[in-house]
């Protein structure tokens, strides 16, 4: 287990199992039904490319979106990946704004993977992307928030004696004009044993007080002071740290590599051949690199013939003339060229362009041969998970995905065939030990966008 700083130092199952320590009933634990939580329903997806891998059934209530505890304090489990752009911040407003919590009570950390996470839009799988966080949890978030102070109103009420009509929700406790104001830790466990309303009253746009406001971002403080930890930060016990020598094109094989001179680099451990690439194990990141760098791995590629951009490029343009598909047809383009007195052609080629986040692609896990752990900035989590499971021969359910934050993706760590989770998993599975993989900058910008 990850011996980590900050909120995100213990695997969301023992977070829970601490929640629930507290005593019994405070962790308030919801699904949505109906057209808002369509996607809750879905089993989890599979990596591209991957076996077929018996899926978990849902299971409901899930792991929790919102936690009360008896200290009044408010965990949010978000269900997006925070890579920089401020989702442990927007969607915690979203809940707290119907909620009337006090926002100085919140705390966000990493949603498990659950089929209740799914994205609400694309189904199927839990993920961040397209700029879709915000706009595709709006309604469902808000409902949560809504559906919760409700019930916290009722179950007010019902401990008065008195309607809920008369009752009032703010700053994270329920106010009567008579009976006094209890606080939402006090009634969380009685709230949680009430009929989740189907249809809570919703705030108009104009009465919003935490939404639209510039608040301080949950995660500055812990991103400022170094506490936060980032997928390259985390350490487990008796782990190895692992970078790859991987071929420069698909199909190209092994031809040769000096073993002995890398093993001598202070710091490496091992050299092990896996797949169709070879990882240098070592003390630290820095040794593995090193020692990659003294492998001076040799590749065989005379039987892939020559490839060059130009070549590359050449290719594009033929298959699009060819197999392009039209996406959309309005009026007779042709014609009017044929009749026009002046043409115009111009050509865009635009090259590949990496991704370029500030935190190249890694994954540490574990494996014993029955679990697996895994941790990293995850996009795509189910995909993640369900690839790390068809590797090792496990069940989805057998394998821990912890989403821990990522210094930047822009799509790139929403990768469809999960290429550094694959990796990890490919590799412990032969190593039999902890192990953390890591890119480097070039390793990514070479690699961006091969599949494995």
Not at 46 to 54: D, W, Y
Not at 149 to 164: D, H, Q, S
């Amino acid at each position: 287990m990850s011996k980590t700083k900050n909120q995100i130092s213990q695997s969301r199952r023992q977070f829970l199992q601490t929640s629930a320590a507290f005593g019994g009933g405070f962790v308030m634990a919801f699904y949505l039904p109906g057209t808002i939580g369509r996607a809750l329903a879905a089993n989890d997806g599979q990596a591209a490319g991957a076996a077929p891998v018996a899926q978990p059934k849902p299971v409901y209530p899930p792991n929790a979106f919102v936690i009360i505890a008896p200290d009044n304090s408010i965990t949010i489990q978000i269900n997006k990946l925070e890579m920089g752009q401020g989702v442990n911040t927007s969607m915690a407003q979203l809940i707290a704004e119907e909620l009337e919590c006090d926002w100085t009570k919140i705390r966000s950390v990493s949603a498990p993977v659950n089929p209740v996470y799914n994205h609400t839009q694309f189904g199927m799988i839990q993920m961040t992307g397209g700029s879709t966080a915000l706009h595709s949890s709006w309604d469902q978030h808000l409902k949560i928030g809504a559906t919760m102070r409700e019930m916290l109103k009722l179950a007010a009420a019902n401990r008065w004696g008195v309607k809920v009509s008369e009752v009032k929700a703010e700053n994270g406790s329920i106010v009567h004009p008579k009976k006094g104001k209890l606080t939402y830790g006090e009634l969380a466990e009685e709230a949680n044993k009430l009929p989740m309303p189907e249809n809570p009253p919703m705030k108009k746009s104009k009465d919003y007080k935490i939404i639209g406001k510039s608040l301080k971002r949950v995660d500055a403080p812990a991103k400022v002071n170094g506490t936060a930890t980032f997928g390259i930060d985390v350490k487990i016990p008796g782990m190895v740290y692992a970078v790859v020598a991987r071929p420069p094109l698909v199909g190209a094989k092994l031809k040769s590599m000096k073993e002995s001179d890398a093993k001598k680099v202070r710091g490496v451990l091992d050299v092990v051949k896996f797949e169709d690439r070879v990882a240098v194990l070592a003390k630290n990141t820095y040794a593995a690199i090193k020692g990659r760098e003294a492998l001076d791995v040799q590749w065989e590629m005379k039987d892939l013939g020559k490839i060059s951009d130009a070549g590359l490029m050449a290719t594009f343009k033929d298959a699009a003339t060819k197999s392009g598909k039209v996406a959309e047809k309005r009026g007779d383009a042709g014609a009017a060229l044929e009749k026009a007195k002046v043409k115009t052609v111009a050509e865009y080629e635009f090259p590949l362009l990496a991704h370029a986040s500030m935190e190249p692609l890694n994954c540490t896990i574990t494996f014993d041969g029955k679990k697996a752990e895994a941790w990293s900035g995850f996009q795509m989590p189910t995909n993640d998970r369900a690839a790390i499971a068809n590797i090792l021969g496990l069940k989805p359910e057998d394998v821990t995905v912890n989403t821990t934050y990522a210094g930047g993706s822009f799509g790139r760590r929403a990768s469809k065939n999960s290429e550094y989770a694959i990796e990890a998993a490919q590799l412990v599975k032969k190593v039999k030990k902890p192990l953390k993989i890591t890119f480097t900058r070039e390793d990514d910008m070479k690699g961006a966008t091969t599949a494995r």
